[in-house]
């Protein structure tokens, strides 16, 4: 069964730096997002991407965040200039369509954290 | 610096037992529902879904409920086993907010043995 993957699945950094996160969606999906769960907490939605564009973004998403489709299959994550509060578990997710009604995959998630 | 974390209701169900899970949602204009499970250290999983225009719907072992009328949505598990012991989220979506999954507390499942 298709699954969507992702790398690391462990970062340690340092506050200040910049960290890149990884995601391959599924194969066929055309819509893709990042979500973050702090430890603890509800999983929050952070931007969701299509067609090579952001197609929307939450308020926690500001100008440290920047999200690329680098190649045909890879989607990543970059935060330009760590926080300690940008420690969480970030998970990627995709869907075939952008419909609200169309399920999200999620995987298994990167635990990032920033000391 | 430290965020608070929440304190996630517990469910605890002898293995065999049917586990019921709530979910209040907070949006009456919703129209698309998700039940996930988180498993420790993994990302959501799907378990089922429901659209507003219907109340119930079944999967294997899995029925969910909703009830638009109190905006509240339940999970029954049947005969609950030890590998559902996990966190389990509702999430809700529609188009006000466009694709975006709002997700919901979470409840924490113990299966007792």
């Known amino acids: 069964e298709p699954e969507v993957t992702q790398t690391p699945s462990h970062q340690v950094t340092q506050m200040g730096q910049e960290v890149i996160l990884r995601c391959v969606p599924i194969s066929n999906h055309l819509y893709f997002y990042w979500y973050r769960q702090i430890l603890g907490q509800k999983v929050e939605f952070l931007v969701s991407?299509?067609?090579?564009?952001?197609?929307?973004k939450s308020e926690i998403f500001d100008d440290q965040f920047s999200v690329e489709r680098p190649d045909g299959s890879n989607f990543t994550l970059k935060i330009r200039s760590t926080k300690l509060e940008d420690s969480a578990m970030y998970f990627c997710a995709s869907s075939l369509r952008g419909v609200s009604t169309d399920t999200q995959y999620f995987g298994p998630g990167t635990r990032l954290t920033v000391l | 610096g430290e965020s608070v974390g929440l304190h996630l209701p517990t469910l605890s169900v002898q293995e065999g037992d049917n586990s019921i899970i709530n979910c209040a949602y907070s949006?009456?204009?919703?129209?698309?529902f998700i039940w996930y499970k988180q498993e420790s250290g993994k990302g959501p999983q799907f378990i089922i879904d429901?659209?507003?225009?219907?109340d119930k719907r079944q999967g294997q072992r899995v029925t969910v409920l909703l009830n638009k009328t109190v905006k509240h949505l339940s999970l029954q598990i049947a005969a609950t086993q030890p590998g559902d012991s996990a966190v389990y989220f509702c999430a809700e979506t529609s188009r006000e907010y466009g694709n975006k999954l709002v997700f919901g507390a979470g409840t924490i499942l113990r299966v007792k043995s």
């Open positions: 991407f299509y067609n090579n564009e952001i197609s929307e």
């Open positions: 949006n009456s204009a919703s129209d698309y």
């Open positions: 429901i659209r507003s225009n219907m």
